[in-house]
């Protein structure tokens, strides 16, 4: 059983969902967070997984950008709950909050090894490859 809510900047929720994204999405390429990067997050939109123990499996970022799109972000399910649905889950809760908010638009920067998972969801790519934190990328979109 897979729960998904919003979690609040600045909370021991917060502070949880940076230690799984740390762990997931910049420990392994040798970086970290900076302070601006983090204290820039106040005005994101959190939401998180959380399994049938209340233990937080995955985190997803959403960033307005104007009044028609919102940007996804920090995608990052728990290694060993990848494969199971936490992400699609996040994705789908995190579209029906940018609808109910409407928003038009929905766009990410894909790591090339998790476009598929983003094309699989209904997403397109938009344009060339280009490098993000060191590792190649695709921008993708779609319509909400
Ligand atoms: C990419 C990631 C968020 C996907 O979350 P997940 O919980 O593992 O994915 P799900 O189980 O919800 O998968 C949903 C569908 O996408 C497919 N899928 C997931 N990851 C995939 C991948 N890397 N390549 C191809 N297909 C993938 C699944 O097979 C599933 O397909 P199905 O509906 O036919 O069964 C997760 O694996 C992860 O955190 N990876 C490491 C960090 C990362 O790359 N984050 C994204 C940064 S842009």
Do not use: C, N
């Amino acid at each position: 059983m897979i729960t998904v809510y919003q979690i609040e900047f600045a909370t021991p929720e917060y502070d949880e969902s940076v230690a799984l994204r740390y762990e997931v999405l910049r420990k392994p390429l040798g970086l970290e967070y900076s302070p601006e990067q983090l204290s820039a997050e106040w005005s994101d939109i959190h939401l998180a997984a959380f399994d049938a123990w209340g233990k937080m499996i995955g985190i997803l970022l959403l960033s307005p950008l104007d009044k028609q799109e919102v940007k996804m972000r920090q995608v990052a399910v728990a290694p060993e709950q990848q494969g199971r649905g936490v992400g699609a889950a996040l994705v789908a809760a995190s579209e029906e909050i940018a609808r109910s908010l409407e928003f038009k638009k929905m766009t990410l920067h894909a790591r090339e090894a998790a476009a598929p998972f983003y094309l699989r969801l209904g997403y397109q790519t938009v344009g060339d490859q280009f490098e993000e934190v060191s590792i190649p990328h695709y921008k993708m979109e779609k319509m909400l």
